[in-house]
Nanobody, 124 residues
Framework: QAQLVESQGGSVQAGGSLTLTCTDT????????MGWFRQAAGKEREFVAA????????NYAESVKGRFTISRNNTMSTLYLVMNNLEPEDTGVYYC?????????????????WGQGTQVTVSS
């Protein structure tokens, strides 16, 4: 089973940028659709972005469209999330996740492998 290791998050001011990475320690990374989810304190986990295994199809939550970009490097077994123009509402713990679904699912219960989570804090 894959183990997903996320990079350290960070703290930025509103309008700033951060890039998250997620590395799969197994050699099966390229076989799976990958996604990013986040969870703010006291709220449910929510979908952020997802990308299919060949980087053909991507999905984004409406709240991050035009600001966040998901990408992947299958050779490096790494998933990326570039976050620009960050807002305080983007604050939360960010998780990368893996799903056997072929399409970039927005549904958290379709993902069966999760990273440990990394904190992103955006101050106003």
């Amino acid at each position: 089973q894959a183990q997903l290791v996320e990079s350290q998050g960070g703290s930025v001011q509103a309008g700033g940028s951060l890039t998250l990475t997620c590395t799969d320690t197994e050699l099966t990374f390229g076989r799976f659709t990958m996604g990013w989810f986040r969870q703010a304190a006291g709220k449910e986990r929510e979908f952020v972005a997802a990308i299919d295994r060949n980087s053909v199809n991507m999905n984004y939550a409406e709240s991050v469209k035009g600001r966040f970009t998901i990408s992947r490097n299958n050779t490096m077994s790494t998933l990326y999330l570039v976050m620009n123009n960050l807002e305080p509402e983007d604050t939360g713990v960010y998780y990368c996740a893996q799903t056997p679904m072929l399409q970039p699912s927005t549904l958290w219960f379709e993902y069966n492998v999760w990273g440990q989570g990394t904190q992103v804090t955006v101050s106003s």
